[in-house]
């Protein structure tokens, strides 16, 4: 596609916006526009996707300033809009031109994270990983009550129960088979009750996705439920660390590198010992990244490994 060589403007079509470039086409009765739809916005601009290109008929013969005409029916546009339009994507622009940052990884003392990532044709519906265990059906979370904490779930997924039933999505792209935060929130938090205190040798988490959903990106901690000041459901700005839960450890399995698409296992160990004895865990996710709506990780499988006896 390519690039807009009008100015932007903001047309109105069929069921919602499209950004888009206006230039005369020859015709004198017609007008071609470049435009896509909303949440195609950072894609029209430049990159590879694009948004569709149509001809949009004048009713009239247009006026020799490009600024007067109009496109009634179709297309509704004002020119405050035109304006939002071009600092919209100045933003966007600017956000693509830079990586986001990595945050600093932290973690308990001694834990091991070990990250795999499959990408492509690699990355199959057994999840096998180079050093991640593939999930399992009968760890320490199979029977667990998986509870809501926080933010907002994705309607569209399969649900909380995904964390810990076993089941695999079959392919990159399969939002029954993930539990995720909705679009356009930035991540939110579940509490895994085991049913009873179990010491915890591993914490294996997985996640499948062709790009920014794939990567991970949480905090998971870790409770006997039993000190005074344990808060079941810490939210928000609540640092679980002074509400009764000790933090296991702080993942972040994106590169900074692009997208990072595909699929991702996480091992949490501890060399010589076990990651402790907890009848709960809670896992805060984050949003991979703000450029769209598209950042909350799709989660297939939580595993946890109790220690041998
Ligand atoms: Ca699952
Ligand atoms: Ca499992």
């Given at each position: 596609?390519r ?6 403007e903001?047309?109105?079509l069929g069921?919602g916006?499209?950004?888009g470039?206006?230039?005369?086409g020859?015709?004198?009765r017609?007008e071609?526009?470049i435009v896509?739809?909303e949440d195609?916005?950072p894609?029209a601009?430049g990159?590879?996707?694009g948004?569709?290109?149509m001809?949009?008929?004048l009713?009239?013969t247009?006026e ?9 029916a ?8 035109a304006i939002?339009?071009?600092l919209?994507?100045a933003?966007?622009s600017a956000?693509f031109?830079?990586?986001?940052p990595l945050?600093p990884?932290t973690?308990?003392v001694?834990?091991?994270i070990?990250?795999d990532?499959?990408?492509g044709p690699?990355?199959?519906r057994?999840?096998k990983?180079?050093?991640?265990p593939?999930p ?6 199979a ?7 926080d933010?907002?779930l994705?309607?569209?997924?399969a649900?909380?129960t995904?964390f810990v039933d ?7 792209d399969?939002p029954?088979?993930?539990a995720?935060?909705n ?8 509490r895994f ?7 915890v ?6 996640s499948w ?10 905090s998971i901690?870790?409770?006997?439920g ?6 079941p459901a810490p939210k ?6 002074g509400?009764?839960w ?10 900074g590198?692009g997208d990072?698409?595909?699929q991702y296992g996480?091992?949490l ?5 076990t990651?402790?004895?907890?009848r709960y865990l809670?896992l805060?996710c984050?949003?991979?990244e703000?450029?769209?709506d ?6 297939s499988?939580l595993?946890v490994?109790?220690?041998?006896r």
């Amino acid at each position: 596609m390519r690039q807009p060589a009008g100015p932007l403007e903001l047309f109105q079509l069929g069921r919602g916006f499209g950004f888009g470039a206006c230039a005369r086409g020859k015709a004198p009765r017609q007008e071609r526009a470049i435009v896509a739809r909303e949440d195609e916005l950072p894609i029209a601009w430049g990159f590879p996707k694009g948004g569709v290109e149509m001809i949009v008929p004048l009713t009239h013969t247009p006026e020799p300033d490009a600024g007067s005409h109009e496109l009634p029916a179709i297309v509704a546009r004002t020119r405050a809009f035109a304006i939002g339009a071009v600092l919209v994507i100045a933003a966007v622009s600017a956000v693509f031109a830079q990586q986001t940052p990595l945050p600093p990884i932290t973690n308990s003392v001694g834990v091991t994270i070990t990250v795999d990532h499959l990408a492509g044709p690699n990355a199959t519906r057994e999840f096998k990983f180079a050093r991640v265990p593939s999930p399992v059906k009968d760890d320490a979370a199979a029977k667990a009550t998986v509870e809501f904490v926080d933010g907002e779930l994705d309607p569209n997924g399969a649900g909380l129960t995904a964390f810990v039933d076993g089941l695999l999505p079959r392919d990159e792209d399969e939002p029954g088979g993930n539990a995720f935060f909705n679009a356009g929130t930035a991540g939110g938090a579940v509490r895994f009750d085991l049913g009873r205190v179990v010491t915890v040798a591993q914490i294996n988490t997985y996640s499948w996705h062709p790009n920014t959903r794939g990567p991970q990106l949480y905090s998971i901690y870790g409770s006997d439920g039993t000190g005074a000041a344990f808060n079941p459901a810490p939210k928000g700005a609540t640092d679980p660390a002074g509400a009764g839960w000790t933090l296991i450890a702080s993942v972040d399995t994106r590169s900074g590198r692009g997208d990072d698409g595909g699929q991702y296992g996480v091992s949490l160990t501890r060399a010589g010992g076990t990651l402790g004895s907890y009848r709960y865990l809670l896992l805060v996710c984050h949003a991979t990244e703000f450029d769209d709506d598209w950042g909350n990780t799709f989660y297939s499988e939580l595993d946890v490994v109790g220690a041998a006896r």
